[in-house]
C-alpha cells in the first residue's frame, strides 16, 4: 500500500498542476447534467490526458523511457498532451447544455480547469528557464 501511495504523490509542482486539472475535470463531470455525451468525451480525454501526462514524468524520473517518441519534457507527445488539457475544457464548457439549475456549476469549474490548464501549458513551453527552476 505505501508503494501506491509515493506513486501517487504529488512530486513536483507540475504534478500538482496535474493533479488540479484532473480533480477540477472529475468535478466537471460529476456535477453535468444528463444527454451531454460530447462534453463527457471530451471529459474523459482530459483525464485520460492528464493520467498520460503523470505516467510520463513518473518513468522519466525513475530513470526510464517513455515507450512514445517525442515524450521527452519538451517533445511533441509532451506538447499535444498540454494543448489537450488546456483546450478540451473550454470547448466542454461551450459544449455543455444545462437544464435549470442542474449542472449550473460546471461550466464555471470546467473555465477554471481550462485557466489551469494554460497557465500550465504556458510554464512547460513558453518559459523553459522558469519551467526548470519551479519543476
Do not use: Q
Not at 27 to 34: A, K, S
Not at 74 to 84: D, E, P, Y
Amino acid at each position: 500500500m505505501d508503494f501506491v501511495i509515493d506513486l501517487l504523490k504529488p512530486a513536483s509542482l507540475a504534478d500538482v498542476f496535474i493533479y488540479v486539472i484532473f480533480f477540477t475535470a472529475l468535478g466537471v463531470l460529476f456535477t453535468m447534467p444528463e444527454k451531454n455525451e460530447t462534453p463527457m468525451y471530451l471529459l474523459f480525454g482530459i483525464i485520460f490526458a492528464c493520467i498520460l501526462d503523470l505516467m510520463r514524468t513518473r518513468v522519466v524520473e525513475a530513470g526510464g523511457r517513455f515507450p512514445i517518441p517525442g515524450s521527452d519534457a519538451k517533445g511533441f507527445f509532451t506538447f499535444m498532451l498540454h494543448i489537450a488539457m488546456a483546450m478540451l475544457p473550454f470547448i466542454t464548457a461551450g459544449m455543455i447544455r444545462r437544464r435549470g439549475r442542474k449542472g449550473a456549476a460546471s461550466i464555471p469549474l470546467a473555465i477554471l480547469g481550462g485557466v489551469v490548464a494554460c497557465l500550465y501549458a504556458l510554464l512547460a513551453f513558453a518559459s523553459p528557464s522558469i519551467y526548470d527552476k519551479i519543476f
